[in-house]
Structures are given as structure tokens and as C-alpha cells.
């Protein structure tokens, strides 16, 4: 930007000094070298005193921090605050840190317990202490998340994995990432990195285990519907016993109604219904499809013969 502001400042001047170099339609070499090293000492002093003021200042956004480094003195222990900022120029250089909530991924992979081996992704959401960023600038540097956080990840990851069977990692997921929180918190804090929160993304196992937990389900399957069939046919069966001793109560109480005076009663009944069917004629013959029921009429009236 500079340059370009130099070389339009020179091309103005020397056009305004056509008439001294350009004579007759051709340039005057002499005349031409003089008033170009004219411009020049007119257009340097400028840019100097431009390159002054630019770089005399430095913006540091919001939410950010900027770490001072001068050539002559080191990282200047108090780091700059939001907005403008005035600096040594050409001695002093500023290194802006997010101090915002930031997140990182990355993949570990580790062995259970059971030697299976687990992949998983973990997510951090973390942010560089703001008082402190002169301190990561010196003892660690802009790159801290491939220094400090990736190698803690792995290693939380493979420690709290091995005290876990895959299928645990699985059924205990928020012990097994609270232990990994805890891990990670350690070993960033004395980097002055504040761990807010930790996401287990995902979990993958080998296709051997995967394979051995779907035949685990399907075996669990078939178990509950095996007891499941057992206790329909126990139910069915105590249900037909129920019903045969209910019979056979049913049957019981009818034999002990059956008595000697029921059955005269019923007999009596049937000669009565018989009477009062009767047309007054005696049958012709006894062959028949209808013959005449015999009817005992002394026992009607109560003297036998």
C-alpha cells in the first residue's frame, strides 16, 4: 500500500515537471535523473513518516489480547488490552490472542481392558487464561493446542480406557468422560489453559467386538422370548387345570344333588306331561313310531295295586 502510494505521489510530480525533462517530444536524460531524484526526496521523508505512524499503533479485537515482544527487552510481562494500542515501532511486535471460548477436536485411539481396541473422537471446549497469555506466549507459543492439548487427549483417552471394559465404555459413558475431564483439566491448568467442558463425539470399536455384541442381543433375544413362551405355556397349563377342577366340582355338586326324591320327581313330571298330551283313545296296536308311553296311575294317586 505504501509503494503504491510512493509511486502515484512520484508519477504526479513528474508530471508536473514534464516541461523541464521533456522538450522537442524527447526526454532529456539529465534533466530527467535530476527532477526524479527530486521526487524521490520528496516521496522518501513521507513514506518514513507514514511507516512511523502505522506502525506506532496495533488494534487488538474483542476479546482479544496482545503479547508485546521488544527486540531489546523481551515479552513484556502485562499484555495489550481491546482497541488501539500504541507500540515502539520497528522494536516492538504484538501477538494477538482469542481469549474467547474456543473448541478443538481430535481422535485418540487406546485399548480397553478387555485388549479391545476403541476410537474415539473428543471435543474441548477451552479458553487461554486472559492475564496470562504473556505466559503461554513465552513458555509455549500461538501453536498450544497441537503442543499441550493433543498430546493430553491422548493420553487421558488411553489412561481411562484401560480401566474399562468395551462394553462398560459404553453403559458408564458420562463416568468414563468425567474421568477424561478430570485428566485433561490437570494437565492443561499449569499451561494456563481453563478446560470448560469435554464431549465424547464417538465411540468405534473393532468389527470383532461389534460383531460378538450383535450375537449378544440376539442371544438375548431368544432367551427372553424362550422364557416368555415358557411362561405362556405355564399359564395355559395352570388355566386347563383351573377349568378341569372347576368341572369336576361342577360334577361333584351335581352328583351330590341327584337324590332318590329328585328322581321320582322328574318321573312323575314326565307322566303328567304325557296325561296332558294324551287324545282320551287307547292305541290300536303297540308297533309304532309314536307307541303310548305306559302310564302308572296308582302311583299318581297313591295307591298301588
Known sequence: MLVLLALLIMAGLMTLWMKH???????VIEQFLKYMAKAVAIVLP???LEGLVWSSFVIVPAAGRGVVFNKFNGIKPIALGEGFN???PWVEEVTVYDTRLQKVEFDATAASKDLQSVSTKVALNFRPHATKVADIHRNVGVDYAEKIIHPAVQEAVKATTARYTAEELITRREEVKK?????????????????TETYLTDFQFSQ????????KQIA????????????????????KVATAQAEARALALQREAITSNLIELRRI??????????????????MG?????????????????
Request: proline content about 4%; hydrophobic content about 45%.
Open 269 to 286: 313330571e314326565a307322566q303328567r306331561f304325557a296325561i296332558e298330551k294324551w287324545d282320551g283313545h287307547l292305541p290300536q296296536t303297540m
Open 289 to 305: 313310531n309314536n307307541p303310548m308311553p305306559m302310564i302308572d296311575f296308582s302311583q299318581m294317586n297313591g295307591k298301588g295295586k
Open 208 to 215: 470383532d467386538f461389534a460383531h460378538a455384541v450383535e450375537a
Open 21 to 27: 525533462w521533456w522538450l522537442n517530444k524527447k526526454i
Open 220 to 239: 438375548e433375544q431368544e432367551a427372553f422370548k424362550a422364557k416368555r413362551d415358557l411362561d405362556r405355556i405355564r399359564i395355559e397349563a395352570e388355566q
Open 179 to 195: 474421568q477424561i475431564h478430570e485428566l485433561l483439566k490437570s494437565q492443561m491448568a499449569p499451561a494456563d489453559l481453563d478446560l
Open 86 to 88: 500504541f507500540i515502539l
Open 46 to 48: 513521507l513514506l518514513i
